[in-house]
């Protein structure tokens, strides 16, 4: 039997955190002396009572042992009823957002996809634009604990994923999850601070600085100026970004290690060095195509090449500039690039680069068996030899991500988007990046337009593109930690 | 160290067949008293002289053919076919270039049915009836591949069908040379009564068999620029629609529906599901057309039957632009262009079976998800699916998305814009033929393309032709390795 008292008391206790967060948007537009703060203040209000209702009523759930069907169940119920309470400020705003818009908005926020309906943020009230920064903020961290946190529901014993990409055994580096939960909290909190000051050091103003720190660690992308970071047009600021994007899409547990090991961990860790090869590649790949065929300066080509395939990968989608004038190279490139993600345990979305690694081994392992059927030939990743389950897992995952893709993409051309649109639209939604393709919902564009069928079903796209990653992490670790 | 000359000496056996058919061609123009039939006879004699040199000198006492003469021949073979029967292309007064020759030679060998070639209709009979022969060839050529030597290297789950017959006991036919007498009269025997279809629906005919070779073949290569819809008749479409399906299915099935026993080909999980989705796509398309107010049910019908039937099982006929018929028909072809038809049939693309066993696989890991200590086990028509086999359809899949991917970014570096990178990228892997856009959609050529881009195109449609693991296991160090 499904208990569902459990799984209501998280999502209240979730709710309360929600409403005292819209405190701060809140206390923003008193400080700027907008009337937009009545607004935060009555959704904080209506929020935190629900979710102090749900709290109260459910009490003593708390000390319950939730099974893995109220984990799954708690995991899409949390994201869903979040997204929805977060809506509220955007609904009820002067910025006159039908609910469509302000579900789309929240949900791009809390997934840290990034896509917007909004336009002229450049003049827009403070209290907005902290609240978007926010939920990019909270749905970072969010999708980072929980990664940790659902592990030792199904008895993996939480430590299995720290020890298995760690050279030494033996050693625990936490006692307890908790321990972990904080320490990862405490990077997380850390990188925004320092991308802030960084951001803030190299010229932009606190309230940028603060608002464009918390979207890029958590690789969200919502920015605080209709032309995105290209608003600023600053190398310097443009190289901060890319050094926090890269960060937020590092597995978090890899940076606690870091902090004690000192930073060799990375070069240790199979899936950072793949991560950073394909984006030293692909950026190499686009700057020559840049140089060569546009005529572009060498170092232009770069700064703009690093950037943009940075934001992509990290599933970021902050853009510095309108690639879709690059030509057709890169355009095809980044739109499968919207695919690949960055590391597990990560803030970025879509399929991850360690699947990737995953499946290629297991290819290149079925090749061999082909020109030898009867010699042992064994899959690697991390120098672990990967068995048939986890292998199976991680194929029917890709597969699966890809028939998802496939059914939006295909359901977004029934509500007229054009096939460039609903074919980039739905892999931008379910790998959480942002921007997508064509003169609509371009880096230049905007999803206002789209009609309120198309929105909805993208907001369902990024919940489960986000969800998805949890599910598969469950599936992945079970096979691959078993005891 | 691998020996090759058993390889050169079956390469010298289909140098020799391929003479002969060119026989057809140059007969043809002779007849029509075109002065091209010179270009097919010199052609054959080269061929002739090429493969009687080969068969000669590579001759051995034991020709035991190994595993990795196995790949490298299915591989060489088809590649040398191609670039053979480019020859009357380039030689022939249509000024191709010989990438023009080899892409269409490609395109015909793998039943794509991309072409670079306009005004077919004032094209010498010669020409035409090549091209519906090299398709011929292509489709039987794959069925008997897929029959006797994909299930015996293992290639991307189609162990599945080797298991089949002999978990069973009750052989179709004891001997695989058996098997594939009757298949390639099974083959003869429904190309025939195609062109008498299309004969009878009012083609003349030449045009019925040219048609007849590429739609059995599911090929679609015509003898008009149209395509079918030069013909504009509603029972020449029906009659394509039905040789289309009916070179879909899996040829060994049709051995014992030959017999007296249909039931086999009935009951068989991958026919009932590939007329599923071919039926639901259809219903989808006509309510979109309808629902739009694009056409009125009766045409919308027609129209979707058609064009859906010949995208899905990768043939590549059109009566019509769909790249016109609105935002959900393009999407809804792109998506099409990958599923093909049966394993064992002349269409390419993933292939229901793997879909099938893809999708099984799937439900058995969510079900796992739940109840981890609860076994799990995917089914395929009625049996289980050994671990092995799910690992090899998954894999295969991932590798088709990334081999698509890897050439629709080739084609962006070649200067090719999105739709069309991808889109032909897409149909080359899959061996549809026309894509979308402007240039390569159905009312399009591949003519305007850069030669690069031809080359690539070419070398996708090998890749899918070969089911991807063939031509893959060539570019492994350990291939080449002792």
Request: net charge neutral; glycine share 10%; charged share 10%.
């Amino acid at each position: 039997m499904t208990d569902f008292r459990p799984v209501l008391f998280v999502v209240g206790v979730l709710l309360c955190a929600l409403g005292i967060a819209m405190l701060v948007p809140a206390a923003v537009d008193v400080a700027y002396d907008d009337e937009d703060w009545i607004v935060f203040v009555y959704s904080a209000a209506a929020t935190t009572f629900v979710g102090g209702s749900l709290v109260l009523s459910m009490r003593g759930a708390d000390r319950m042992q939730l099974g893995l069907r109220e984990a799954f169940l708690l995991t899409v119920s949390s994201w869903t009823l979040v997204s929805l309470f977060a809506a509220i400020p955007f609904l009820y705003s002067n910025l006159g957002l039908t609910l469509a818009d302000s579900v789309f908005e929240a949900v791009s926020g809390i997934t840290t996809t990034g896509a917007t309906v909004l336009t002229g943020l450049d003049t827009m009230h403070r209290g907005i634009l902290i609240w978007r920064s926010i939920l990019h903020w909270i749905g970072g961290i969010g999708i980072v604990v929980m990664a940790i946190a659902l592990l030792p529901l199904l008895q993996v014993g939480g430590m299995q994923l720290f020890r298995a990409d760690s050279s030494d055994r033996s050693e625990k580096l936490f006692p307890r999850l908790q321990q972990v939960a904080t320490a990862v909290v405490g990077v997380y909190a850390g990188l925004t601070v320092a991308c802030a000051i960084a951001l803030w050091m190299a010229g932009m103003s606190l309230f940028d600085a603060v608002n464009h720190a918390m979207s890029t660690v958590s690789t969200g992308g919502f920015s605080t100026k209709d032309a995105s970071i290209g608003f600023f047009n600053s190398a310097t600021m443009e190289m901060i970004i890319v050094v926090f994007m890269l960060l937020g899409g590092i597995t978090f547990p890899l940076h606690v290690r870091a902090l004690r090991r000192g930073p060799g961990v990375y070069l240790g860790d199979e899936q950072t060095r793949g991560f950073l090869a394909l984006i030293a590649l692909a950026t190499l790949a686009v700057a020559s195509w840049m140089v060569l065929i546009k005529e572009i300066p060498a170092a232009e080509a770069l700064r703009h090449g690093l950037f943009n395939v940075a934001s992509i990968v990290t599933t970021t989608g902050f853009a510095s500039t309108d690639y879709l004038l690059w030509g057709t190279f890169p355009i095809v490139l980044f739109y499968f690039l919207t695919f690949v993600g960055g590391c597990t345990g990560s803030t970025s979305g879509a399929i991850k680069i360690f699947r990737f690694q995953v499946l290629y081994a297991v290819a290149h392992q079925q090749l061999m068996r082909l020109l030898a059927p009867h010699r042992v030939t064994i899959a690697r990743f991390q120098d672990k030899e990967i068995d048939v389950a986890t292998a199976i897992s991680v194929l029917g995952f890709f597969f699966f991500y890809a028939f998802t893709f496939a059914l939006l993409a295909l359901a977004l051309s029934l509500f007229g988007l054009d096939a460039i649109t609903a074919l980039s639209g739905a892999a931008t939604a379910i790998g959480n990046v942002g921007p997508g393709l064509g003169t609509i919902i371009g880096p230049a564009g905007n999803f206002a337009t789209l009609p309120d069928g198309a929105k909805w079903l993208l907001s369902a796209g990024m919940l489960l593109g986000r969800l998805e990653f949890v599910t598969a992490v469950v599936r992945l670790t079970r096979a691959f930690w078993r005891e | 160290m691998l020996d090759v000359r058993p390889i050169f000496f079956v390469i010298g056996i289909l140098l020799v067949t391929l003479a002969a058919a060119m026989g057809v061609p140059a007969l043809a123009d002779l007849v029509a008293g075109q002065s091209d039939w010179r270009v097919f006879a010199g052609s054959a004699a080269a061929c002739l002289f090429i493969g009687v040199g080969l068969i000669l000198t590579m001759r051995t006492e034991e020709m035991r053919i190994g595993i990795r003469q196995a790949f490298l021949l299915t591989a060489v073979s088809w590649v040398v076919t191609a670039l053979f029967s480019a020859l009357p292309f380039a030689l022939a007064d249509l000024n191709l270039s010989y990438t023009d020759a080899v892409f269409e030679a490609m395109s015909g060998i793998t039943t794509t049915g991309a072409t670079v070639i306009t005004g077919l209709e004032k094209a010498p009979p010669g020409i035409l009836i090549w091209r519906a022969i090299l398709q011929w060839l292509g489709g039987i050529g794959i069925i008997v591949m897929a029959v006797s030597i994909l299930p015996l290297l293992r290639v991307g789950g189609m162990q599945l069908f080797r298991m089949e017959s002999s978990e069973k006991g009750e052989k179709a036919l004891p001997r695989v040379a058996q098997v594939v007498t009757v298949i390639g009269l099974i083959y003869a025997g429904l190309t025939l009564a195609c062109a008498l279809g299309y004969w009878a629906a009012g083609m003349r005919g030449f045009d019925a068999v040219a048609h007849a070779m590429t739609t059995v073949a599911t090929g679609g290569f015509s003898t008009a620029d149209a395509s079918i819809g030069y013909f504009d008749s509603a029972a020449v479409e029906w009659v394509a629609v039905v040789f289309m399906l009916a070179g879909s299915m899996p040829f060994v099935l049709y051995i014992q529906a030959v017999r007296g026993n249909p039931m086999p080909l009935m009951r068989d999980a991958q026919v009932r599901t590939f007329l599923v989705i071919v039926v639901a796509c259809i219903v989808l398309l006509v309510v979109w057309k309808v629902a739009t107010g694009r056409a009125d049910v009766g045409s919308a019908i027609r129209l979707a039957t058609f064009n859906l039937v010949s995208v899905i099982t990768g043939t590549g006929f059109a009566t019509s632009d769909f790249s016109l018929w609105g935002e959900f028909a393009v999407t809804m072809f792109f998506f099409a262009m990958f599923i093909g038809g049966c394993a064992g049939s002349t269409t390419c693309g993933l292939k229901i079976f793997r879909l099938q066993v893809l999708y099984a696989s799937t439900v058995a890991q969510a079900g796992k998800l739940l109840q981890p200590h609860g076994v799990f086990v995917p089914h395929f028509n009625r049996k289980p699916i050994p671990e092995s086999v799910s690992e090899s359809v998954l894999s295969f899949f991932f590798l088709y998305v990334i081999s698509f991917g890897a050439l629709a970014v080739g084609l962006g570096i070649l200067g090719l814009d999105f739709v069309t990178a991808v889109s032909g990228a897409a149909s080359a892997i899959a061996n549809v033929g026309p894509g979308l856009g402007n240039i390569i959609g159905p009312a399009g050529t591949y003519a305007p393309l850069p030669d690069t881009a031809k080359w690539l195109l070419a070398f996708g449609m090998l890749l899918g032709r070969l089911e991807l693991f063939t031509v893959l296991i060539l570019f492994t160090p350990a291939f080449w390795r002792n």
